[in-house]
């Protein structure tokens, strides 16, 4: 067996962006070596989380609507109380990021088969940014023969 670590970076959106890791991600598989196995990819940030969904513009528009309704960015939180919390005074106020995070989730898990990911025909990984613009680490582990 074999185990490959990586860190992908990328720059994202502002507020809420979906952006497709896919290709780096079997640019990854392809270089590792390993035929058969699991990618395991996992966000190092608590406001992003991952997803596996189809890459359409106007699905995208109606996610980023959808998350914005459902838990919108100008509601009271507690945690954006920002001067009753031990926190830089730099802190952005961006409870809804984390809120929208726990709701999708941080990590995914795809099989590798035959040196490929093994994706349905529309599905993309996608690293969803939910308080962007920033700069965004992904943690991917291969494993696999």
Request: aromatic share 2%; net charge negative.
């Amino acid at each position: 067996m074999r185990i490959a670590h990586h860190h992908l970076e990328l720059d994202t959106g502002s507020g809420i962006s979906l952006n497709d890791i896919t290709p780096q991600l079997r640019g990854l598989v392809a270089r590792s070596g390993i035929a058969n196995g699991t990618l395991i990819v996992t966000s190092r940030h608590t406001t992003t989380a991952l997803t596996i969904n189809e890459n359409e513009t106007r699905l995208l528009e109606d996610v980023r609507d959808f998350f914005s309704r459902l838990v919108p960015a100008d509601a009271k939180y507690l945690h954006n109380d920002i001067h009753l919390r031990d926190c830089p005074p730099d802190e952005p106020e961006n409870a809804h990021a984390h809120i929208v995070a726990m709701l999708l989730g941080s990590s995914e898990v795809v099989p590798v088969v035959d040196g490929e990911l093994d994706l349905g025909t529309w599905q993309s990984v996608m690293l969803v940014e939910l308080d962007g613009p920033r700069t965004r680490t992904v943690n991917v582990q291969l494993m696999g023969i």
